[in-house]
């Protein structure tokens, strides 16, 4: 086998949520993330000789063949332009892994798309070029939406506003002019459940149609957006915390409003919800929680306070309200080589 092109990217948490779409997988809103580190996808491309005339492909995933991912993919690589050709000149496999288990509240199509695209990129352009990120994200979102914030740390936004001129709904972009307050967050995911218990994302944006609070929901993530941008700028942790938790809840009213709906918070999410808010006026420290779509907690804060939080989530652990813990912090996307 010759030797395969690398990409390893990160997930993204969402701090405003990207909860609809329309079109060819546009956002309804536009949506501002924090690049995560350690939960990645390591994605090996091999191009090797054809056997036939038809597209070959073939996919191991965490090392083993998983036919339903192969076949998504396929489609995926089918569907661009800039990719088909590929199948045409060569029998593509791929290898992918998580540095994460599967089903663990991490948006793990967000860092397989993101690898998967670059890579994929990679292989179509050669060497000749650097690489072209932008060009990258915007095919990463073709494949998930999410994804394509997954190239830019340590925050990135995604979708057009009006005021913030690059911004855009085909590709993410990086923020710059972060204060220092905001350089190095620290992301302790709790997994309260690891079982598949999410709503799969599909669904989730197709409820958004018709949905009676839609127009007030994609305003207020805009917004969210705009006073977002500022209080990164300024390093103002109130502000940071207000809108992370009113995001998160309004994710979750907006899958409890739908017309199918869903109830993802376990017991256990409410009681760490309770208890966040506790300590938080107990101490005085920035500590908050966000949510993706599913029960298990994200909770931020800046490394500086990491001694003063590590025995409180540590507490969740010993006493069994989590099964599990992911550390995890800022980053700046991903390696391609
Ligand atoms: O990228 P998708 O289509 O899997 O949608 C992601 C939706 C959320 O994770 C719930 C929110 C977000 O902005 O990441």
């Not at 994200?137 to 995604?158: H, I, Q």
């Amino acid at each position: 086998m010759n030797n395969p092109i690398t990409a390893r990217y990160p997930s993204n948490i969402a701090l405003v949520k990207y909860w609809g779409k329309h079109g060819n997988q546009l956002p309804c809103n536009a949506s501002l993330s924090m690049t995560l580190s350690q939960a990645y996808t390591e994605v090996n491309l091999f191009l090797q000789d054809k056997k036939s005339e038809e597209p070959e492909f073939t996919f191991l995933f965490n090392g083993k063949p998983k036919e339903s991912f192969r076949q998504r993919i396929l489609k995926y690589i089918l569907k661009q332009k800039e990719f088909s050709g590929l199948l045409e000149d060569y029998a593509l496999h791929i290898e992918s892994q998580n540095s994460f288990p599967h089903s663990a509240g991490v948006a793990s199509s967000a860092s397989a798309f993101a690898a998967i695209a670059a890579a994929l990129l990679k292989a179509s352009q050669g060497d000749e070029t650097d690489f072209p990120e932008q060009q990258a994200s915007r095919l990463a979102r073709l494949g998930s939406g999410s994804a394509c914030r997954s190239f830019y740390g340590p925050f990135a936004l995604w979708g057009k506003l009006k005021d913030i001129p690059d911004s855009n709904d085909e590709f993410a972009i990086r923020l710059g002019d972060i204060h220092e307050n905001f350089q190095n967050m620290r992301d302790s995911i709790l997994i309260v459940e690891d079982k598949s218990k999410s709503v799969s994302s599909s669904l989730g944006h197709s409820l958004m149609e018709g949905h009676p609070f839609a127009e007030s929901r994609f305003k207020q993530a805009n917004n969210h957006c705009m006073d977002m941008l500022k209080v990164l700028k300024d390093g103002d942790f109130q502000s940071f915390i207000y809108i992370t938790e009113r995001e998160a809840l309004s994710l979750h009213a907006m899958m409890m409003t739908s017309r199918e709906y869903f109830m993802l918070m376990q017991p256990e999410t409410v009681k760490i919800i309770d208890e966040v808010k506790r300590f938080r006026v107990d101490t005085g420290l920035p500590l908050c929680y966000t949510l993706d779509a599913g029960p298990n907690i994200h909770l931020l804060y800046p490394k500086t306070i990491e001694d003063e939080i590590t025995p409180f989530v540590n507490n969740f652990l010993h006493n069994h309200t989590i099964k599990s813990m992911i550390n995890d912090y800022s980053g700046r996307g991903g390696i391609i080589s």
